[in-house]
Nanobody, 118 residues
Framework: QVQLVESGGGLVQPGGSLRLSCAAS????????MVWYRQAPGKERELVAV????????SYEDSVKGRFTISRDNARNTAYLQMNNLRPEDTGIYYC???????????WGQGTQVTVSS
């Protein structure tokens, strides 16, 4: 059974930090790129950050560059999103996603809420 379980969300003040985790099971984690998306209230889901299957390549949405860091631990089948200097506009539900471009296989987590507010 495939599972992606996000954790680490919560309420934080502007300028604060959170670290999201995405624990994967039921598939070959090392064959999949990992992607973090977010969806703000009333807005469409947007891509935040991507990391390649081996962890050597990353990319970020412009507004989070220099503040967020995506990483993965293939030994633990877990992906992370370190979020620093958080802003109110970072508020939303954060989803992790596993993608295997060669086959089109895609798995989604259930999401974790991040709220940035004073």
């Amino acid at each position: 059974q495939v599972q992606l379980v996000e954790s680490g969300g919560g309420l934080v003040q502007p300028g604060g930090s959170l670290r999201l985790s995405c624990a994967a099971s039921g598939f070959t984690f090392t064959s999949y790129a990992m992607v973090w998306y977010r969806q703000a209230p009333g807005k469409e889901r947007e891509l935040v950050a991507v990391i390649s299957s081996g962890g050597r390549e990353t990319s970020y949405e412009d507004s989070v560059k220099g503040r967020f860091t995506i990483s993965r631990d293939n030994a633990r089948n877990t992906a992370y999103l370190q979020m620093n200097n958080l802003r109110p506009e970072d508020t939303g539900i954060y989803y992790c996603c596993a993608k295997r471009p060669s086959t089109g296989s895609t798995y989604w987590g259930q999401g974790t809420q991040v709220t940035v507010s004073s």
